[in-house]
């Protein structure tokens, strides 16, 4: 039997990334208004950031200065693991920093992690023809 391919997973840790208070607070309100928690949003924002979508542009010396707390918050494990990755290439000094130059581009304006959708394409239908009590079924059309 071949071994089992590793799945990706949908595992969140608690996390706590010392960023920027008024920072954290500003992404907390955009995450809001697209009803989701900042960790959903860190979530999506290292995934893309991972996968070479998002980039962040790097600091000029130590950005950890006063003003850090660390914020509590549910952050995908693959994608955490994943931007590591990235951000010990890059030389980023820490995932802190990391959430924070993420979070300030997405307060910036400069990044969305926003969900993505839009209506599907209307099916188009046929009318109907009631003869006798029967109805024929209406025929759907795909827009494609």
């Known amino acids: 039997m071949p071994p ?12 706590r990334p010392y960023v920027d208070d008024a920072t954290w607070d500003s992404a907390d309100d955009i995450a809001a208004g697209d009803a989701l928690t900042v960790g959903h949003l860190l979530t999506v924002l290292l995934d893309r950031y ?3 979508v998002v980039d962040v542009p790097l600091p000029e010396g130590d ?6 707390s660390g914020h509590l918050a549910a952050i995908g494990d693959d994608a955490w693991a994943h931007a590591d ?3 010990v290439r890059e030389g980023i ?3 802190s920093v990391l959430c924070e130059l993420l979070l300030r581009e ?3 304006g400069r990044v969305s992690a926003g969900l ?3 209506p599907r394409a209307q099916q188009q239908t046929e009318p109907r023809e009631e003869a006798a009590g029967a109805v024929t079924p209406s025929l ?3 827009a494609a």
């Open 140 to 142: 759907f059309h795909s």
């Open 106 to 108: 997405t307060v910036a």
């Open 63 to 68: 950005v950890r200065a006063g003003g850090r």
């Open 50 to 52: 991972a996968v070479g």
């Open 4 to 15: 089992r391919k590793k799945r990706a997973t949908l595992a969140r840790t608690t996390r």
């Open 116 to 118: 993505d959708a839009a």
């Open 85 to 87: 990755e990235r951000r």
């Open 93 to 95: 000094q820490s995932m």
